[in-house]
């Protein structure tokens, strides 16, 4: 199994920063994908941003050039660097990863309020 631990969040105005981070332990070394998601009050769960083992990264459109995705293999982190946010990203967020297998792990959320 996978343990993820996410930090960083919290309130911060429009056009603000914040950098949200999820620590992975367990069998980290089974997992070939990282990302995070989000989800705002009454909204299904929304994929933000996600990064392979190759380094490869997506990301949603409303995100783009805003948001960037990066890991730390040693640390077994992955970060999610929000800049220039917006009222429209208030949600909650949750990192996640994905085993070779297909099982999904995820975070328990933290909380990301934009106020404007």
């Known amino acids: 199994q996978v343990q993820l631990v996410e930090s960083g969040g919290g309130l911060v105005q429009a056009g603000g920063s914040l950098r949200l981070s999820c620590a992975a332990s367990?069998?980290?070394?089974?997992?070939?994908?990282m990302g995070w998601s989000r989800q705002a009050p009454g909204q299904e769960r929304d994929d933000v941003a996600g990064?392979?083992?190759?380094?490869?990264?997506n990301y949603a459109d409303s995100v783009k050039g805003r948001f960037t995705i990066s890991r730390d293999n040693a640390k077994d982190t992955w970060y999610l660097q929000m800049n220039n946010l917006k009222p429209e990203d208030t949600a909650v967020y949750y990192c996640?990863?994905?085993?070779?297998?297909?099982?999904?792990?995820w975070g328990q959320g933290t909380q990301v309020t934009v106020s404007s």
């Open positions: 996640k990863c994905v085993q070779y297998g297909g099982t999904t792990h």
């Open positions: 367990g069998r980290t070394f089974t997992t070939y994908f």
């Open positions: 990064i392979n083992l190759s380094g490869i990264t």
